[in-house]
Nanobody, 124 residues
Framework: QVQLVESGGGLVQAGGSLRLSCAASGRTFSTSTMGWFRQAPGKAREFVAAIDESGGRTYYADSVRGRFTISRDNAKTTVHLQMNSLEPEDTAVHYC?????????????????WGQGTQVTVSS
């Protein structure tokens, strides 16, 4: 079992930055692929970024590539999402997710554990 708690969301102006954190508990963190997803009102949950269990491989949605950076610290069982050059279109609840199996995937249903989400609001 893995418990995930996100933090770091808030209100920021367009062009600004935020750093989201996800604190994980549970013994399987270091063997879990970790991902960030987001969901805007009236829209489906969508993939943002993922990182493999070692931190050696990352993958990003086209909409955030070059602006966001995902990282992890297995010793501290945390995952971060550094978000730069934020746009109003980034406004959404952002969720941290963990996948028991190996390999990065963008598919929502392939992640086994989810946090409660943190709101990110970008004003124009």
């Amino acid at each position: 079992q893995v418990q995930l708690v996100e933090s770091g969301g808030g209100l920021v102006q367009a062009g600004g930055s935020l750093r989201l954190s996800c604190a994980a508990s549970g013994r399987t963190f270091s063997t879990s692929t970790m991902g960030w997803f987001r969901q805007a009102p009236g829209k489906a949950r969508e993939f943002v970024a993922a990182i493999d269990e070692s931190g050696g491989r990352t993958y990003y949605a086209d909409s955030v590539r070059g602006r966001f950076t995902i990282s992890r610290d297995n010793a501290k069982t945390t995952v971060h999402l550094q978000m730069n050059s934020l746009e109003p279109e980034d406004t959404a609840v952002h969720y941290c997710a963990a996948r028991r199996g190996p390999g990065i995937t963008t598919v929502v249903d392939r992640y086994d554990y989810w946090g409660q989400g943190t709101q990110v609001t970008v004003s124009s």
